[in-house]
Each structure stands twice: as C-alpha cells, then as structure tokens.
C-alpha cells in the first residue's frame, strides 16, 4: 500500500519533468559529436586526398557498399582512388571502416538526414563524398608520417623517421 | 399549451448528453496527453491547439472505417452489445445532479438507478464477449463479469455509510447533507473503497483485466471496429466521467465550494465540475503509475480484503450514528 502511494507521488513529480521528447523537424536534437551518420572522404591538411585506396574499408564493411579502385597519381606517386562508391541504402552506419581506415580518410558525421525518393540517389560517387576540410583529425597528414617516397618528400624524411641506413659504411 | 405542461428539466437531457459526450471525446485527448506528461513526454501536440482537435480527427477515422461484422459470430449480439454498453450509461447520467436545480430526474433512489444501470452495462460488455465467438473476447468477458460481480458487491455497501450518513437514497439530499462537513472525512473508508471500485467497474487501467492487452489482445472488444468500437469506447469514458461525478456528489459535497472560502468565490457548477475534473486527473495518475494485479490478485482483494472493510465501516457508521443519536 505504501509502495503504491510512494509510486503515485513519484508518477506525479514527473508532471514538472522536462520533457525528454524532441520535436524534431523543427527542433534538432543534440548530436554527439562522433555520432554514426553520413559518410565522408576527408583532405590532407595540404589539401590533398588523405584516401591512399587500401580497400581495407571495402574489406571491413559489413554489407559490402563501399566500392573503389586504386590509381596513382603521375606527377608525386600518391596513391589515391580513381572511383569511391558508396551505396547509402545499404550502409548501416556501423563505422567499421572508419576503424578499419589507416590513414584517417573515411570518416562518420553526425548528419543522419539521408532520405531520397529515388533509390539511385542514395548511390554517392567521390565527389559527394569527399570534402574539403580534414574533419575529425585536423594535423593528421598520411603522407608525412607514411615511409612511402613522393615527391618532395625522400626516404627518411617523415616524421619521427631516421635516414636510412647506408650499409656500405661501417661508422656508426 | 404545449409549454405548460414541459417540464423543464427534459431540456437538460440534449444538453447533458451532448456534454458527456463532447468531454468524453476531449478525455481521449486529455487522458493521452497528460499521460504523456507523467511518463516525460508529450503526448499528441499536433492536430489543433495543444493537439484538442485530435480525437475529432480520431473520430472521423474511425467513421470512415469498414464496420465489420464477423461472419463467425452471433450478428445481432455483436450489434446489440455496444448499444446496451453505451446506452446504460448514458441512462445512469439522468439521475445525476449537475447543480442545485440541474436535474433531470430527481429521484428518491438515485443512487439505486446508478448502481443497476452501471451493472446492467456488464452485459453489454458480456455479450460483447460472447457474440464475438473468438476466445480472447470470450475470457474478456467472463473476466469482466466475474470482475463485475465481485466489486458491484461492496461498490453498493460503501455508499451505504454515505446512505445512513444522509438518511435518503436521492443525490440532491446527498449533496444538501454535506453543506456543514463533505462525506471524505467522516466516510474517508468508504471513499476509499468506492474509489478502487470505481475503478474496477469502469474497467480502468489499474483493473482492466477484461481487455487487458498484454493477455488478451482487446479482451471483449477485439473484434469490434468502426464506430461500434468507438461506441465501447465513449461508454468507459462515460462510466469515467460518470464515477468521477459520482466521488465528486457523494464524497466531496457536489455543487458546495469549500467551506473556509466565501461561497460566493465560484457558481456552484464552476466547483462542480473542477472536482469533476480533479477526480478524473487522478484517475489518469492511478493509470499512470499502477501496474495491473494478477486476476487472483484481484480477486482476493475484493473478497478478502475491500469486502470486510466495508462491512465493518457500515458496522462503525451505524454504531456511531446510533451513538449520537
């Protein structure tokens, strides 16, 4: 009997609760910041694409929407994708690629508002994908920490990398 | 002339039926809104302001509703069933005081007439079951007669304090009685007890083990759809509005304002019906917060305990009134 008393009076204080309930098309709810939504592709801090077409996100997903295939670039050696397909309508947002991504180019927004009419639509090429700024890692730069040569940048020449070795001289 | 002869009180009949079922139909909206509130949320905020107009749009779906029959059913049953549930309750309200003069019919035996037309709604709700010719519906309605029986028992010997307190079965005598003290302080058991039967008779929340979802799927009503569906459901808002009143007349002193304030302050019908309304508040907060008993639960509390109990508040009442007199 008390327990029920002590249940209605607690009930009751509820009356003078915030809501927890977000009207939502006008009002947005909070979005943490690492929320699992969109997709994107992110940029060097030197502008160029940190993506080096690994295939290892293509590997980890899940249902199997990333698509892309490696080119290299001409002129400095950098690798990077020639096409990076991503099938939203198939994506479950899981973030195993972002995990799965070495060098910090594929990344989760928090924007969850991907809704189309239009199947093909859901379909998202490089150019919808890739963005301008670096998003989550604004000083991480793949190519300047990689042991790979390209151009204005020697073997030896990364960060927290030694010259290598010459092994036909005998000094220390 | 035709105008000599009317009584006058006729005229309340559009009026109340036309107010029972208006506030009804707002209930649906009320009832589910500050249920909202109770459990953080919101409720339904869109059709209209606050959302009021939402029943109306629930109102015209369920008009515009395929009225099914079930083949496999008894017809005439299952049409007559959620008539005789709404219409005995729609009957019960003719007995009902509104105000000092407000009444339609100013019985000797109201009090009688409500507890009969409140029972006769059970077989509207058995019948229900019956007609449906599907087991859920059937359990639904042995549940709520069973249910029905055990708390119409001391749902009628609560009042009886009520009843001896006053000296009369009518409303109005009820309601002249507590101009010096309202019944809730000396009848607070019997208060008590009417409340839980109130509740069981109306099949509200706490004790609607006739329709209970989580078992039953609808109970008794799980094949009605359309308008007969809506019909069952406007006869529980009514028989909630109807016990509202009914708490509010005998335990709280109807029309009369508080004592300590200037009577003045209110018309007696402002009063009326913001007890009304505080009452059906609480039974929102009783639906809220209070899990479903078992049905022994039930059972044996009616039995075992409520029954005892109002037996023994009769025993002190009379005891006292003998006493004092």
Known sequence: MLSQIKTLWTVFVHLFKRNETVQYPEEMPYQAPRYRGRIILTRDPDGEERCVACNLCAVACPVDCIALQKTEKEEDGRWYPEFFRINFSRCIMCGMCEEACPTYAIQLTPDFELCEFDRDNMVYEKEHLLIDGTGKYPDYSFWHVAGKTITGKDKGEAQNENKPEDVRSLLP | ?325
């Open chain 2, 1 to 325: 002339m035709f105008f000599e002869n009317i009584n006058w009180s006729y005229v309340l009949i559009l009026p109340l039926i036309g107010g029972a079922l208006g506030g009804a139909l707002v209930l649906v909206w009320w009832e589910r809104r500050l249920l909202g509130f109770f459990q953080d949320r919101l409720g339904p905020n869109r059709v209209g302001w606050f959302g009021i107009l939402q029943s109306l749009a629930d109102a015209i779906k369920l008009i515009t509703k395929d009225d099914w029959v079930p083949p496999f059913g008894d017809r005439v049953l299952f049409i007559l069933a959620p008539i005789i549930v709404a219409g005995a309750m729609l009957m019960a309200y003719a007995v009902l005081p509104l105000g000092p003069g407000l009444i339609i019919a100013d019985s000797n035996i109201a009090i009688l007439w409500i507890l009969a037309m409140s029972s006769l709604a059970v077989y509207g709700v058995l019948l229900a079951g019956l007609a449906s010719n599907n087991k859920y519906s059937l359990l639904g309605g042995l549940r709520s007669v069973a249910q029905m029986v055990t708390y119409e028992v001391f749902m009628g010997l609560s009042l009886l304090g009520v009843v001896m307190l006053t000296g009369s079965f009518s409303l109005r005598d009820v309601v002249h009685a507590q101009e010096d003290m309202w019944f809730c302080i000396p009848q607070c058991v019997g208060l008590v007890i009417f409340l839980i039967a109130g509740l069981a008779e109306s099949h509200r929340l706490p004790f609607d083990l006739p329709e209970a979802e989580h078992e039953l799927t609808a109970g008794f009503h799980t094949e009605y759809s359309g308008m007969k569906f809506a019909l069952i459901m406007a006869a529980e808002y009514l028989s909630l509005i109807l016990i509202s009143a009914l708490i509010v007349v005998l335990f709280f002193g109807g029309w009369l304002g508080p004592k300590f304030l200037p009577s003045e302050l209110l018309s007696g019908i402002v009063w009326y019906g913001l007890k009304v309304v505080l009452v059906i508040n609480f039974f929102i907060l009783l639906r809220a917060a209070i899990p479903r008993p078992r049905y022994d639960q039930l059972m044996s509390l009616g039995w075992k305990i409520l029954l005892p109990l109002s037996l023994l508040n009769i025993l002190i009442t009379g005891a006292i009134l003998l006493g004092t007199q």
